[in-house]
């Protein structure tokens, strides 16, 4: 790994990705599960609702420290622009899902998200395996989101 | 970065030291805040409570990784000893504070917990400085919880 990077700088920018990623989740807080969301009918597999607090924070700081192995060995190169693209995709989910109601307008999101993470993680993976592993449990995580929202659109029609 | 490790086996391994850190605070999940740590006298800038949540899962996301990231280098040698040390002061700190309501031991006990964070982050940091700096938010964490927990002491005596 290049540790070219002074060492402050280094602690700065990975402070730096973790704020910047955290933004993400910051536009769904206004919209968050309420009366709408506990009246879905909902799968027998559908996770408790305390998972997904600890299980984003967890994907989220693995995701930062991700593109910060990827700043750190080539700096603003080429593989960090699909990061963005899938952060800004990630953003977007929750205001569609849980502030417009738009099952199925989720749907198509999250798989274009879905579509974005791997492209991100090859990307990534090129540079340093270690930081393509560190997007495993996202990209594994949101094909189970994206199964859970494709079953919630089927079962809650109109 | 050594990248000798076969992939399947970094990311099963990946998994084990988020799960295996995600342990700690289990210990304590069964004593927390309550009645009693309501009724605490408490500093103005005592944190509000929805932040400890994220922000611990945040901490031991970034301290997993770095154990990852230092097994990668060197496999299952010296400097992962002092990580499960204060690991386990991690998960001990707890049910002191919440469990026993033990304000003063407590306070030393996260004072070696903060020592064994330092120690733990120095060898780390000879190995992977990257490892290193995932440590830092986590020990200034733990100095502000120390500082906490003093302040929590002197205002609550008995």
Same sequence: chains 1, 2.
Avoid: D
Avoid at 36 to 65: E, Q
Avoid at 132 to 142: D, H, I, K, S
């Amino acid at each position: 790994m290049s540790e070219s990077s002074s060492l402050p700088r280094a602690g700065l920018a990975l402070a730096g990705f973790i704020v910047i990623t955290f933004c993400a989740p910051l536009f769904g807080t206004a919209a968050m599960p309420g009366v709408w969301h506990a009246a879905l009918h909902k799968p027998s597999w559908n996770p408790p609702a305390w998972i997904f607090g600890p299980a984003w924070t967890l994907l989220y700081t693995l995701m930062a420290v991700a593109a910060w192995l990827v700043w750190k060995h080539v700096g603003w190169r080429r593989p960090l622009l699909p990061y963005f693209v899938q952060l800004a995709l990630n953003a977007a989910w929750t205001p569609i899902f849980f502030g417009a109601h738009q099952l199925g307008w989720a749907l198509v999101e999250i798989v274009a998200l879905w579509v974005a993470i791997l492209l991100t993680m090859v990307g990534f993976s090129r540079v340093s395996k270690t930081a393509g592993w560190l997007f495993a449990p996202y990209l594994a995580w949101v094909a189970f989101a994206a199964i859970l929202n494709f079953t919630l659109w089927r079962m809650n029609p109109g």
